[in-house]
């Protein structure tokens, strides 16, 4: 059989066997939730960025004294590590999601384990925010009024003690919304569909 028969016979196949398959369709089905997930990673870059910024000014906004400002500067120190490792794996995640294509699975698996993992560091990020700055408020208090602040609230009121454990348990409870409602609401209705996504390929 030569070259010219071959020819003809590929000619002569009906064109209605010929059509894309479907995991394709559905591959391309992820790409509308990737990008808004997109969207708001690089909103959420730059209000964060400009939070530190805010908090690094502090001092000056509630006038704090030469004893607080020398406090909160280590605090302050230990913070901005924390968050910059942070904002370094988040960044390295968004710039990495433009190189991937959306023709495989394998790619779109890495996106959906690779956003899960930014939400749980979001979380342990938003904990650690909390003990860094309840621990500060703790000991400003007790440098501030010739170290007797606390004692001196606790003593003058009654109900003091049980005021203290009610802004704590406000504190935690906010500090639980911030780090688990805050990622749901953001990132979670299209985690989940990238996640059907995937569950459907698995499935064809």
């Excluded at 590590?81 to 794996?89: E, L, P």
């Excluded at 996106?111 to 979380?123: D, H, P, Q, R, V």
């Excluded at 009610?166 to 299209?190: D, M, N, T, W």
């Amino acid at each position: 059989m030569n070259f010219n028969e071959l020819q003809n016979q590929w000619n002569n196949e009906p064109t209605d066997k010929i059509r894309i398959p479907d995991n394709i369709d559905t591959l391309r089905e992820a790409q509308t939730p990737i990008d808004k997930v997109r969207k708001k990673m690089k909103n959420e870059f730059f209000i964060q960025v400009l939070m530190m910024i805010f908090i690094a000014f502090t001092p000056m906004l509630l006038n704090f004294t030469d004893k607080l400002t020398a406090l909160f500067i280590p605090f302050y120190g230990i913070m901005l590590s924390f968050t910059s490792y942070y904002y370094y794996k988040f960044y390295v995640f968004y710039k990495k999601s433009y190189d991937m294509t959306f023709d495989s699975r394998k790619n779109l698996l890495w996106f959906f384990y690779e956003l899960k993992l930014s939400i749980e560091l979001y979380k342990a990020l938003t904990y650690i925010m909390f003990f860094l700055g309840f621990s500060f408020g703790v000991l400003a208090g007790s440098v501030t009024d010739n170290n007797n602040t606390i004692t001196n609230f606790l003593d003058k009121n009654e109900s003091g003690l049980a005021i203290a454990i009610a802004i704590i348990i406000g504190l935690i409870i906010f500090s639980f919304a911030v780090a688990e409602i805050i990622p749901r609401l953001f990132y979670g209705k299209h985690l989940n569909q990238v996640k059907a996504v995937l569950d459907q390929l698995d499935e064809e």
